[in-house]
């Protein structure tokens, strides 16, 4: 099986190392089965990507990036990558590693970088100077809960809709620039918005609101059989202290387990508040990670 890629102009070809057994291929509509399967060994550290494949499929604009396998000589998946906006890589092959590093070299639009502190150092060396210089980085920690846990008096908590749209947003929004330093809302307010609201249109954002102001928020970015992702959980800072925080995340976790397994959140190292707050709701430590933000080129 040969294999041929194209960089993003869409003119000249990737191509293995000729000395290696392994190939490198753009993934099709057809083939979710086959790459669930795999990144299902796991779930703990594939569910933004399994996530998103059972949203939209291999190939959909909404991925924004496009998913990349690599296969050994006998055609059996070693290696899967998400290249685009947003690029993660999973495989225990090192050779796999470094086909798909060189293969996201050419992506010069990737916003993020995501993955396990070992894995994106071994990346970042193949990755090396030909790739996005990057802009900031940070160590993240993953937590995870499982039940049990523990029951707390119950919120007017509820589904986000689309007349919810100027509270979540702009706190949405905030929370980004926090974290890598770009404003969604100022660098493509459009696409962020209709992002925002797609989110809220598959019914993944819970809020709690009174008085029309926004007291809690939670996303699910990625939900899967084995694992539901949390991202954008926020409380506000004039109602901290409160308890409003953990009782809604309590509520919202208790739901979330009856249909997967675990619920898991990423939080920045150096953020000490948020870490104590995902302690007393129950979540455990599982893991370090490394986001790597990269200069992107217009």
Known sequence: MKALHLNRTGTEPFLPNAASALTVHALEAGQEAEVLNFLAVRPLHTVIMAGMIRDNGLVNSLNRGTF?????????????ALLGHVTMVETEDTEALRLLSQLAQQHQRTHVIIGEQ??????????????QAPRTMCREILLELRFPIEVMESVNLRRATLADMDLVAPVHAQMAFEESGINPLEKDPEGFRARVAHRIELGRVWVL??????????????????????????????ERGKGYGVRCLSQLSRMLL???RSLCVLVNEKNVE???FYSRSGY???GAYDTIFLHTQH
């Open 68 to 80: 990349h396998g690599c296969r050994d000589d006998e055609g059996a998946l070693v290696g899967v």
């Open 118 to 131: 070992e894995r994106i150092n071994r990346f970042w060396r193949f990755y090396g100077t030909a790739g």
């Open 209 to 238: 609101v009174e008085e029309g102001r926004l007291i809690f928020k939670a996303d699910i970015q990625a939900d899967t059989p084995d694992q539901i992702y949390l991202e954008g959980i926020y409380t506000d800072p004039t």
């Open 258 to 260: 009856e249909k997967a």
């Open 274 to 276: 948020a870490q104590s």
């Open 284 to 286: 455990k430590k599982r």
